[in-house]
């Protein structure tokens, strides 16, 4: 590696974790309303393996090299003309998608990178999905945060949970929904959530659910069911589960339609974090800084090792984030 390159976690042609490698790459530069950051920590998400092995083929065709991560926390060393957010040495964190998924980015103020995985990354400035890191959030968990924890906050919005009502998490053992828990249980709700083993059904109740279930024994009456990993074949399944006038609401991409929960008695909404300003950089710092949002870390590993980070967070499905240190 020379001063004017840098390592990166890549994806060579679509395929399992096992053909990432690491990869020597020329340090990207940025333009007008970008910034470069060293990357400090970065975290490795569903979103990474599935564009990888060709899960979204259909609405993006890769073109390769293809540079992984979405969460970072890191240092500004460079600024672009007309940025005015941020300044060389601020420490920042956030999400943004690989530049190649701009389609499910923002529309208005897109928060795209050239890939967090890496030593160094270019982000577009003007966007809420990054902000200046407070003292007390350290790398790491700022890092773990931003998708996790932004999610969290938005579909708190979007359940609008009442106290003593009574909600199935689908996916409770991903990192989305170990942050979740907590914050129905703050909520009032009672709580039933899908754990595999027994392990993640004392991690869940430990963070306060009140039962686990597996996948296919779904408690019947719930006001509401949270998906947070079923795609739409799943649906009917998770949508019996509900009473006459519940609602489901689904993190899952692309956006399920009402059709495929073959119900036409209850309601249906989608939810994608955007980091706007209500769930962005900001809206995360202060909820983790006031003890509101916490996502457990599982296992770290180097850059160095993020090929068996990738594949250890696709084969053994860890409980927590991922973390890859720069």
């Given at each position: 590696?020379?001063?004017?390159?840098m390592?990166?976690?890549?994806?060579?042609?679509?395929?399992?974790?096992?053909?990432?490698?690491?990869?020597?790459?020329?340090?990207?530069?940025?333009?007008?309303?970008?910034?470069?950051?060293?990357?400090?920590?970065?975290?490795?998400n569903?979103?990474?393996?599935?564009?990888v092995?060709?899960?979204?083929?259909?609405?993006?065709?890769?073109?390769?090299?293809?540079?992984?991560?979405?969460?970072?926390?890191?240092?500004?060393?460079?600024?672009?003309?007309?940025?005015?957010?941020?300044?060389?040495?601020?420490?920042?964190f956030?999400?943004?998608?690989?530049?190649?998924?701009?389609?499910?980015?923002?529309?208005?103020?897109?928060?795209?990178?050239?890939?967090?995985?890496a030593?160094?990354?270019?982000?577009?400035?003007?966007t809420?999905?990054?902000?200046?890191?407070?003292?007390?959030?350290?790398?790491?968990?700022?890092?773990?945060?931003?998708?996790?924890?932004?999610?969290?906050?938005?579909?708190?919005?979007?359940?609008?949970?009442?106290?003593?009502?009574?909600?199935?998490?689908?996916g409770?053992?991903?990192?989305?929904?170990?942050?979740?828990?907590?914050?129905?249980?703050?909520?009032?709700?009672?709580?039933?959530?899908?754990?595999?083993?027994?392990?993640?059904?004392?991690?869940?109740?430990?963070?306060?659910?009140?039962?686990?279930?597996?996948?296919?024994?779904?408690?019947?009456?719930?006001?509401?069911?949270?998906?947070?990993?079923?795609?739409?074949?799943?649906l009917?399944?998770?949508?019996?589960?509900?009473r006459?006038?519940?609602?489901?609401?689904?993190?899952?991409?692309?956006?399920?339609?009402?059709?495929?929960?073959e119900?036409?008695?209850?309601?249906?909404?989608?939810?994608?974090?955007?980091?706007?300003?209500?769930?962005?950089?900001?809206?995360?710092?202060?909820?983790?800084?006031?003890?509101?949002?916490?996502?457990?870390i599982?296992?770290?590993?180097?850059?160095?090792?993020?090929?068996?980070?990738?594949?250890?967070?696709?084969?053994?499905?860890?409980?927590g984030?991922?973390?890859?240190?720069?």
């Amino acid at each position: 590696m020379t001063t004017d390159t840098m390592r990166a976690l890549v994806a060579t042609g679509y395929g399992d974790p096992e053909q990432l490698t690491i990869a020597e790459l020329a340090i990207p530069r940025p333009g007008p309303g970008q910034i470069l950051v060293k990357i400090a920590a970065s975290t490795i998400n569903p979103t990474d393996m599935r564009v990888v092995t060709g899960g979204y083929r259909e609405l993006v065709d890769l073109q390769f090299p293809y540079t992984l991560g979405n969460e970072f926390a890191g240092t500004v060393t460079e600024a672009g003309p007309d940025v005015t957010r941020f300044r060389v040495d601020d420490e920042i964190f956030g999400m943004a998608l690989p530049r190649q998924l701009r389609l499910a980015a923002d529309l208005v103020r897109p928060s795209l990178s050239t890939g967090a995985l890496a030593d160094y990354a270019v982000f577009e400035a003007d966007t809420p999905a990054l902000g200046h890191r407070p003292a007390a959030l350290g790398v790491e968990q700022a890092a773990s945060l931003p998708i996790a924890g932004g999610t969290t906050l938005a579909i708190m919005d979007a359940a609008k949970i009442r106290p003593g009502e009574s909600v199935l998490v689908i996916g409770a053992t991903g990192a989305v929904g170990l942050t979740l828990i907590p914050n129905l249980a703050t909520a009032g709700a009672e709580i039933t959530a899908t754990a595999r083993t027994t392990e993640a059904a004392e991690l869940l109740r430990s963070l306060g659910a009140h039962h686990t279930v597996g996948y296919d024994c779904y408690p019947t009456g719930v006001d509401v069911v949270l998906n947070l990993a079923l795609f739409a074949d799943g649906l009917p399944t998770a949508a019996r589960s509900l009473r006459p006038g519940g609602r489901l609401i689904s993190i899952v991409f692309p956006p399920p339609e009402p059709r495929h929960l073959e119900r036409d008695d209850v309601k249906l909404a989608f939810v994608m974090q955007m980091g706007d300003e209500t769930n962005g950089a900001w809206a995360v710092a202060e909820a983790a800084t006031a003890g509101r949002l916490s996502t457990p870390i599982a296992r770290r590993y180097s850059l160095d090792d993020g090929v068996e980070a990738a594949i250890d967070y696709a084969r053994r499905h860890p409980l927590g984030k991922i973390v890859v240190t720069v």
